[in-house]
């Protein structure tokens, strides 16, 4: 096993998960990746993530698109399709004309195919007419242009009308998988993945009130989220580093913010990357582990047993139909914990603490193992 001490032989993939701007986050992480020397032998990913992906697969500088990045405003990327909105009223396909994206993404990543690509790319999409994910990249789909199917993959339903890849006709990727981890881990050491649009999904006063396209990116990040959990709490190998930037506070589609999201992507990476020779030495799993401590406040629960369903193997009820916590230690990845927000009294309340058991980290359970 190839150890972070040689780490231009690690064979990793990136993968790179939508979330509108938020994924100018993935710029920071790719110059920590570089100062450690690390060379992703695959880049995955959907919408901005493909986007960002696809141009530095296809050969621009990390550091061309972190200039873009800084100066790109609403008007080079949002148009109203005023026309077709006043012609085809309700069957107009979209909110946003295609040609300020389509043009941006000429701009990045050329006219090339993803056969011609300089690192190999994959783009997740889905056709919109089946239903099904389409992954450009995979065997059988590289004689397509690379724009095209990044394109598709940043088509937001509603906001920009669908794109035409290979005669498929297709949409964000995110509807089905917006971290497109499964895609990416053949034959690989590593996963290095990076959510930028389901971390820390927080509670949104006055959502109802902002219009339906918030109400309709709101709930498309409600699902997004969802289904990440489910891959994440099936994941084995092989062992996963999740880098999840703090950048929740941030509107998938709010200008002026790319310095800070840049950063902030550099600073979680860097504080990923120094567990990179443990996630390396372990068999599988999601790394970073950290120990927390949980705990449930009897007084407030409700037994409404959503803890019990999320959790099964670490909360029981007692007697009196209130939620009990098996082990209140606890090892957990930036996967773990959904259950604390999801409780609907704030009973379930958990901090991360510095202590070892015998004196080892691995003695520490890991979230949802029952007790021995």
């Given at each position: 096993m190839t150890t972070a001490l040689d780490p231009g032989r690690v064979r990793f993939s990136l993968v790179l998960g939508g979330g509108g701007l938020?994924?100018?986050?993935?710029?920071?992480?790719?110059?920590?990746?570089?100062?450690?020397?690390?060379?992703?032998?695959?880049i995955a990913g959907t919408s901005i993530g493909a986007l960002i992906g696809g141009a530095v697969a296809t050969g621009t500088t990390r550091e061309a698109l972190e200039a873009t990045a800084r100066g790109l405003a609403r008007r080079d990327l949002f148009q109203i399709n005023r026309v077709k909105i006043l012609l085809d009223r309700m069957r107009t396909p979209s909110v946003y004309s295609a040609e300020p994206l389509v043009a941006l993404i000429a701009k990045l990543v050329g006219d090339i195919r993803f056969d011609e690509a300089r690192i190999p790319l994959l783009v997740n999409t889905v056709d919109v007419e089946t239903g099904f994910q389409v992954i450009w990249g995979l065997s059988g789909q590289r004689d397509v242009a690379v724009r095209d199917a990044i394109y598709a993959s940043c088509a937001l339903p509603g906001a920009f009308p669908p794109g035409v890849v290979g005669g498929h006709v297709c949409v964000d990727g995110g509807a089905a998988d917006n971290l497109p981890v499964t895609i990416a881990d053949q034959d690989m050491e590593l996963v290095v993945a990076v959510d930028v649009g389901s971390t820390d999904l927080t509670r949104e006063d006055g959502i109802a009130s902002r219009g339906f396209f918030d109400i309709s990116m709101r709930a498309a990040q409600i699902t997004m989220a969802a289904l990440q959990r489910e891959q994440l709490d099936k994941w084995t190998t092989p062992p996963m580093l999740l880098i999840r930037p703090r950048v929740n506070h941030v509107g998938w589609f709010e200008f002026g913010h790319a310095g800070f999201l840049i950063d902030e992507g550099y600073r979680a990476a860097?504080?990923?990357l120094d567990h990179l020779e443990t996630a390396l030495a372990s068999p599988a799993g999601i790394f970073p582990r950290r120990v927390m401590e949980v705990d449930v406040e009897r007084e407030r629960c409700c037994g409404c047993r959503m803890c019990t369903v999320l959790a099964p193997g670490l909360f029981v009820m007692d007697a009196q139909g209130k939620a009990m916590i098996r082990e209140r230690v606890l090892h957990w990845s930036p996967a773990d914990g959904a259950f604390v927000r999801q409780c609907p009294?704030?009973?379930?309340?958990a901090r991360r603490v510095e202590r070892r058991v015998s004196g080892t980290m691995d003695a520490i359970p890991a979230v949802g193992a029952p007790r021995p």
């Open positions: 938020k994924g100018f986050a993935h710029l920071g992480v790719m110059r920590a990746l570089e100062e450690r020397g690390l060379a992703q032998s695959v860097r504080e990923a009294t704030g009973a379930i309340t």
